[in-house]
């Protein structure tokens, strides 16, 4: 008899699930996947498809998307040596995991966190060593520390500013745990543009065990476009790159990410928005009662309700798409929004004051 095809798949699919968007990806005021809500203007695109035409189509694009990983570099003020170019953070994410774990590593993750981190430590059999957040859902840089030296931990993952609690770690703890610990550190800089905490890019130098993840989805505005980066000492990056898949970056991407860093005008500017609609909706769900919002340094806020499930319900079928966040540690009942037009902020405002 033949085995079962379920005995011959990775048995640690077992402890993980599909990656979903509860309530789905259409809605009438979209504020659900932390998205810029600018889209690129109609004179840039016709630019970028006017170049993407010129394309031979025909032809594999480079293994790595060189162009687009010079001018990132000349953007940052580094070396091209030091920098690759991913379709997507999250693609970035599986190759450095790839690259830094197995079975038997033990990687060490704050939580809550980005569950990406734990799903791929998960499938490579590497053991998830789990630091929650304070109560405020701050980081707790003492017990990081404490955790990753008693454990022998082999990585560390820090998301800051952190999705989903919305909260940075200073510069000066990045340096803490990067001077106290025996093991390579992941900074993910997926929201640096509305953080209010200087980037941990300028410690590259210093710390050889450093690696900067970078997104294009954010502030820049390109999530369809699945753009990252990953930035470390060119010595590393030449480790953790040998698992990449070849040609993952296609031509348009790269041409769409030049134009918009020529153009870079056009992203200060939704950041500017964003920022001030960011404390204008601050301020505005301090006076609704029932509703307690934590401070953020993203595009988007957190509020814990009375009920998080059926608040979630109620502003979805009036059209208003959140994120229901309460399954994370120490967010029950709580909602993420990222921050939209002010019209899309304004009927969001007016459903919880209603509610």
Same mark, same amino acid.
Not at 284 to 296: N, T
Not at 326 to 346: I, T
């Given at each position: ?26 809605? !009438? ?21 006017? !170049? ?38 999250? !693609? ?7 690259? $830094? ?230 967010? !029950?009942? $709580? ?21």
């Amino acid at each position: 008899m033949k085995r079962d095809y379920r005995d011959l798949l990775n048995p640690a699919l077992q402890q993980i699930g599909v990656y979903k968007v509860e309530g789905g990806q259409e809605a !009438e005021v979209k504020l659900n996947q932390n998205e810029s809500p600018f889209d690129l203007p109609l004179w840039l695109k016709e630019k970028i498809l006017g !170049e993407f035409r010129d394309e031979p189509w025909n032809r594999y694009p480079d293994i790595l998307p060189y162009r687009g990983m010079e001018a990132y570099a000349s953007f940052l003020g580094v070396t091209p040596d030091s920098v690759v170019m991913s379709n997507g953070s999250n !693609e970035m994410l599986y190759t450095i995991f790839l690259a $830094c774990l197995g079975a038997g590593s033990k990687v060490l993750i704050p939580q809550p966190s980005f569950s990406l981190y734990e799903k791929i430590a998960l499938l490579l059999q590497a053991e998830v060593v789990e630091v929650p957040m304070l109560p405020e859902l701050d980081f707790d840089v003492d017990a990081v520390i404490a955790a990753a030296t008693s454990e022998k931990v082999d990585f560390i993952v820090l998301s800051t500013p952190n999705n989903p609690t919305g909260k940075s770690l200073s510069r000066a703890d990045v340096e803490r745990i990067l001077d106290a610990v025996d093991a390579i550190v992941l900074v993910d800089e997926a929201y640096i543009e509305f953080s209010r905490e200087e980037s941990a890019l300028g410690l590259i130098g210093r710390y050889p065990n450093l690696i900067v993840l970078r997104t294009m989805s954010k502030a820049l505005a390109l999530a369809g476009m699945r753009i990252g980066f990953a930035i470390s000492n060119p010595a590393l990056m030449a480790e953790i790159t040998k698992p990449k898949i070849p040609f993952a970056s296609g031509r348009l991407a790269e041409i769409t990410l030049i134009n918009v860093l020529e153009n870079y005008s056009l992203v200060t500017e939704a950041v500017e928005f964003i920022l001030g609609e960011r404390r204008r909706l601050q301020q505005e769900l301090a006076a609704i009662d029932g509703v307690r919002a934590f401070e953020s340094d993203t595009n988007f806020l957190i509020i814990r309700v009375g009920d998080a499930s059926k608040v979630f319900s109620s502003l979805k079928d009036a059209g208003v798409l959140v994120r229901n966040v309460s399954g994370y540690p120490l967010m !029950e009942n $709580c909602l993420r929004f990222n921050v939209g037009l002010r019209e899309e902020n304004d009927r969001l405002l007016e459903l919880l004051r209603k509610l």
